[in-house]
């Protein structure tokens, strides 16, 4: 009986695998994003962003992010869905390959307008990503750091509130690593930061 149980189990994490493996691929051809967003998938995917299993959760993410790449009213609906407290919680509590992937689908849901980049800084986001530049390892860094930018490259206030949090110290720092990726990033979050206001750009200039 105990090979019954453990088959079925087996059988159920084989299936949300393969069902998010399929959906990824989907989503490779633009045409089937609005038909997926219609099917009503992101209820579907928003547990799988917490599942056991590794792969589904990757995968779930990344689904995510391809949908909200899509255009500003797929991201609005993903927002509007409930999915972004499951991506803090795995940002805090997961390990630094999905933080890696909740962190680039946030960057996809806040790169398109202030509005959107505003709704995904809520729940204390942005502490979260700041956090995550403590990290060790680069590719986690690089990822948070671009969602930041994304955050704040169409909004003075949040600007505002990234610096008065200590960004751009924390930025000088990632530009002394021996990494061309993670200096991209931060040169180019910093010049996002700069357009914003002159007193940022002095700011900037200063911590240099």
């Given at each position: 009986?105990s ?12 299936s949300?695998i ?9 989503c490779?051809k633009?045409?089937?994003?609005e038909l ?7 209820n ?11 792969i589904?959760q990757q995968?779930?993410t ?7 790449s ?5 991201a ?6 409930d ?5 803090i ?8 390959n999905?933080?890696?992937?909740c962190?680039?689908?946030l960057?996809?849901l ?6 959107l980049?505003?709704m995904?800084?809520?729940e204390?986001c ?10 060790y390892?680069?590719?986690?860094k690089?990822?948070?750091?671009n ?7 169409n909004?003075l206030e949040?600007s505002?509130?990234v610096v008065n949090?200590g960004?751009i110290?924390?930025?000088?720092l990632c530009l002394q690593?021996?990494?061309n ?6 040169l ?10 002159d007193e ?9």
């Amino acid at each position: 009986m105990s090979k019954v149980i453990h088959q079925i189990f087996d059988d159920y994490n084989k299936s949300r695998i393969q069902f998010t493996q399929s959906v990824s691929d989907l989503c490779l051809k633009p045409h089937n994003i609005e038909l997926l967003v219609n099917t009503d998938i992101i209820n579907l995917l928003r547990p799988l962003i917490l599942d056991k299993v590794p792969i589904v959760q990757q995968n779930a993410t990344v689904i995510l992010a391809k949908l909200a790449s899509y255009s500003e009213e797929v991201a609005l609906t993903i927002l509007q869905n409930d999915v972004l407290p499951h991506l803090i919680y795995c940002l805090k509590h997961e390990n630094k390959n999905y933080r890696k992937n909740c962190a680039y689908t946030l960057k996809c849901l806040a790169n398109h307008n202030s509005k959107l980049a505003n709704m995904v800084a809520e729940e204390n986001c942005i502490d979260y990503l700041m956090d995550c530049l403590d990290e060790y390892d680069l590719r986690v860094k690089q990822s948070c750091i671009n969602a930041l930018c994304a955050i704040i490259k169409n909004d003075l206030e949040l600007s505002n509130n990234v610096v008065n949090k200590g960004i751009i110290p924390l930025l000088i720092l990632c530009l002394q690593e021996k990494d061309n990726n993670l200096i991209k990033s931060s040169l180019n979050m910093l010049s996002e930061l700069c357009k914003q206001s002159d007193e940022i750009a002095k700011n900037v200039v200063d911590n240099n």
